[in-house]
């Protein structure tokens, strides 16, 4: 059965940081997208940042560039969302999700990917 369980959210004041998890199960991350996507109340869901394991390319939206980063453990098929630099403009809930492919510039669409995690809060508040 393919799960993807994200960790590690939570409150933090601006300019902190924090590492989300993504772990899979059932499935490996090898020949997959691996996306990080975010939604605030009322906003519509936004992309933040993907990883193509056929080359190790990296993806981020412009509102993270610089303070996010992300990354994969193979061994542990897991894969982080470091995030520094936190603003209060980032607090939303966070998923994980896989598609199976390459995306390249396509990589914020939504519909590329098939199986999402089930969210992990992040709030930026002093």
């Known amino acids: 059965q393919v799960q993807l369980v994200e960790s590690g959210g939570g409150l933090v004041q601006p300019g902190g940081s924090l590492r989300l998890s993504c772990a899979a199960s059932?499935?490996?991350?090898?020949?997959?997208?691996i996306g990080w996507f975010r939604q605030a109340p009322g906003n519509e869901r936004e992309a933040v940042s993907s990883?193509?394991?056929?080359?190790?390319?990296?993806y981020y939206a412009d509102s993270v560039k610089g303070r996010f980063t992300i990354s994969m453990d193979n061994a542990k098929n897991t894969v982080y969302l470091q995030m520094n630099r936190l603003k209060p403009e980032d607090t939303a809930v966070y998923y994980c999700?896989?598609?199976?492919?390459?995306?390249?510039?396509?990589?914020?669409?939504?519909?590329?990917?098939?199986?999402w995690g089930q969210g992990t809060q992040v709030t930026v508040s002093s």
């Open positions: 059932g499935f490996s991350l090898g020949h997959y997208m």
């Open positions: 999700a896989t598609g199976l492919g390459s995306y390249g510039s396509s990589w914020y669409q939504a519909s590329w990917y098939d199986d």
């Open positions: 990883f193509d394991t056929s080359d190790d390319s990296t």
